[in-house]
């Protein structure tokens, strides 16, 4: 195994890891639940986060910066404090998921995985996020929302903008 000196992550996550690359026969496997990890402690994948991780599974930093290209969900640069994510899949489209985009776009000012200016939201335009039946549908952060109407979404905006969120820390 890997010895890391300085890890830049907490001792929890640190921990974490260092179980993470016993459980899978291949070390690499690890790679994209780690990136998930560091992603929700750092905000995002920074380079000293490809580092890290390349340096623990023996891999070069190339071969994580390729799997990192390759998933949508993983960013390179940091998120809004809250990351709305509006599915436009099948289901929410036909039920108005690309209003519900829409209506985000214009309300907090941004497109498709750009930030507000004070840094409170980010919005991004995803695949299917498992709530088909209830669509259309949101996630912030880890927090669902569905069977959305663009005044619900207003409401949902507001509530975190005022940092009252399920989700809030
Ligand atoms: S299609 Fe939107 S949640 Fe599945």
Known sequence: MSTITNSIFTPETAARFDHLVTIYPVKRSALV?????????????????????????????????NVLSYYSMLRTKPAGKYNVQVCTNISCMLRGGYEILDHCKAKLGIGHKEVTPDGTFSLEEVECIGACCWAPAIQVNYDFHDNLTTAKVDEIIETYRAGKGKDVK
């Open 33 to 65: 639940p780690m990136l998930l990890y560091a992603q929700d402690e750092v905000g995002y994948i920074s380079d000293a986060v490809v580092t890290e991780i390349a340096q623990r599974l023996d891999l070069l930093e190339l071969d994580v910066r």
